[in-house]
């Protein structure tokens, strides 16, 4: 390691007082620094920790506290195929387009939010909630025929649809809200939700401009429940739930 760009390794070495700085990394945050130069040290760390020096659903692990409130999911974690939250509940009719579950915290949490928006003459209405693996299945495959390629397939696909057991939707703790276009984004409804869904519990799980992070598509629809205090804390940060989730609660699990 010492005979490996010196002063890159000293100048690492000096963020080892990071919390989430990771000494068996060391080798993967010099070779992914030297790859991307224009980004800080202390993106680097995140980055790798993360896993994003290497391509996406590489060396995938296994959640296994599924229940918990912070729960990470992205395309290097991975839910249990058995997994679904034992206190999954119907949110209000008024609130939903048709049957959707979302757990309990999760389902009070939306519908006082949806009542708050209501009051200011804005409808919000969750169009998709809870999925199984099983369902998500169905739903990153659903555009696929015979005779296409799977490789190729699954590089479109992945920029929009989580693979089954990937996907935030299994913990009962995300809602698609009103629309699945980007174009929402400039709708009264999607302004509302980007100033205020952080007020009630919810984050924007994958904003604009961070779709190399998260690796997905801006989806300005798409919101996960951290609870109150936390989503606040993820909104004021800027960071994505990825970055934050590796810098300051990862060292706590």
């Known amino acids: 390691m010492e005979d490996f760009l010196p002063g890159l390794v000293g100048e690492l070495r ?6 989430y700085y990771i000494r068996e990394n060391e080798k993967r945050y010099l070779s992914y620094k030297l790859h991307q130069p224009s980004l800080s040290w202390e993106e680097v760390i995140t980055f790798v920790n993360i896993g994003l020096d290497r391509p996406f659903y590489t060396d995938v692990c296994q959640i296994t506290s599924p229940n918990q409130l912070t729960v990470l999911i992205n395309k290097y ?25 979302l757990r309990h915290q999760a389902r009070i949490a939306f519908e006082v939010m949806c009542c708050d928006a209501r ?3 804005i409808e919000l209405k969750a169009i998709s909630s809870f999925r199984s693996y099983v369902y998500q299945q169905q739903v990153y495959y659903r ?7 799977i490789d190729q397939y699954q590089a479109e696909r992945d ?3 989580a693979r089954p057991g990937h996907s935030e939707h299994q913990t009962g703790l995300t809602v698609d809200i009103n629309d699945l276009e980007q174009t929402f984004e400039n709708t009264v409804e999607g302004r509302w939700l980007a100033a205020n869904s952080y007020c009630y519990g919810f984050i924007l799980r994958y904003p604009k401009g961070k779709e190399h992070i998260t690796g997905y598509d801006y989806e300005p ?4 429940y951290l609870g109150k205090k936390l989503s606040q804390l993820v909104y004021r940060s800027g960071l994505t739930y990825d970055e934050f989730y590796t810098r300051y609660l990862e060292i706590l699990m």
């Open 77 to 101: 974690r991975r839910l249990p195929r058995d997994f679904i939250p034992g206190d999954l509940e119907p949110i209000d009719d008024q609130c939903s387009e048709g049957q959707m579950l």
């Open 143 to 149: 555009k696929w025929t015979e005779g296409m390629d």
């Open 14 to 19: 000096k963020c080892a007082c990071l919390p």
């Open 221 to 224: 629809w798409h919101f996960r």
């Open 119 to 121: 009051k200011q003459g």
């Open 159 to 161: 920029r929009v649809s």
